[in-house]
């Protein structure tokens, strides 16, 4: 059984799909949860109701985390409301596919706004809080997207491939300080978006995974929750795919 008592987690996009679950996850193992919303405020307050009516703690932050500022302030605030940050999960994230012939720069730019520029703008102040503590454990949410690239997703392969190298990178500098970061990289998780597929296109996909399955959203919160416990204190700088073996 994990036991995360007297940790502060924050989850990035903490109200909706895997970062709903990661944020239920590290509930349940004790730790008090901050779940960061964007534009999400009603998604986010019920997750908050529901997580304490299984008798654990949970606040809700407003914040855009591909704004330095807010960012920032975001962590200052977590700090400030609940004395340290044991815990980042950087998961938010944003999709906006097109073929790069047919891709605008803006669509370019704020995906890797929101997914590479808003984790390292999370882990930099987190990192300032958590060197200081001599404890933490970064946690950052990659994909296999970011490992093998897909056509019409040059900006979000692009993003999640940069995630991989802050993670190595942070790994190397904060190692010192006791400051552990990893990424995960999910393969085909079931979500809302994925169940609208054609019946086709998911069998085109389950051909190419050797466990014949998606994974579910509670299966990438597992492993958040095992990184960032006392099981995994000698783990860092690692990209561990969540996947179903479609990725070896």
């Known amino acids: 059984m994990i036991n995360l ?3 502060v987690a924050l989850v990035t996009g ?3 799909g895997i970062g709903k679950a990661i944020s239920k996850k590290l509930a349940e193992a004790g730790a008090t949860v901050v779940i960061n919303y964007n534009s999400s405020e009603s998604k986010a307050n019920a997750l908050v109701n529901e997580i304490s009516l299984l008798g654990k703690t949970a606040i809700a932050i407003k914040a855009n985390v591909s704004n330095f500022v807010e960012a920032t302030t975001l962590i200052d605030e977590v700090v400030s409301k609940l004395g340290k940050i044991d815990i980042l999960v950087n998961n938010a994230g944003i999709t ?3 073929f790069i012939l047919r891709m605008s720069e803006e669509e370019f730019d704020k995906v890797i706004a929101t997914n590479l520029k808003g984790t390292w703008n999370c882990s930099k102040q987190a990192a ?3 060197s200081k503590q001599r404890f933490g454990k970064i946690i950052n949410i990659s994909s296999i997207v970011g490992l093998v690239g897909n056509a019409g997703q040059s900006n979000y392969a692009a993003s999640k491939a940069g995630i991989i190298g802050l993670t190595k990178a942070l790994a190397k500098e ?3 300080r006791n400051v552990l970061v990893n990424a995960i990289a999910p393969g085909f998780i079931e979500t809302e978006m994925t169940k609208v597929l054609p019946e086709a296109i998911i069998n085109q996909y389950l051909e190419s995974i050797p466990l014949s399955k998606f994974g579910s959203v509670e299966d990438v919160a597992n492993m958040v929750c095992f990184l960032a416990s ?3 204190d000698y783990i860092t700088g690692q990209v ?8 070896m």
């Open 5 to 7: 008592e007297g940790k």
């Open 14 to 16: 903490g109200a909706n």
């Open 96 to 98: 906006s596919d097109n």
């Open 128 to 130: 300032k809080y958590m």
């Open 174 to 176: 904060l190692a010192k």
């Open 230 to 232: 006392s099981l995994a």
């Open 240 to 247: 561990i795919n969540v996947d179903g073996g479609m990725v």
